[in-house]
């Protein structure tokens, strides 16, 4: 819920500060739509090395 309302933030609680938020936020500031896609992606995606 939260990627939604702030992309942004959502990111950030899932991944920190690493190139993912940062490309998110710059998504972001284009465009919400873009940001809210790209947040709503990293949320969902599996981790490499992660088990299902």
């Known amino acids: 819920m939260i990627t939604i309302l702030i992309p942004p933030l959502g990111v950030f609680l899932k991944d920190g500060l ?14 919400w739509l873009p940001g809210v896609a790209h947040g709503v992606y990293i949320q969902v995606r599996d981790k490499p090395g992660e088990l299902k």
């Not at 690493?18 to 490309?23: A, D, E, K, Y």
Request: net charge positive.
């Open 18 to 31: 690493r190139g993912s938020f940062w490309l998110n936020l710059l998504l972001t500031i284009l465009g």
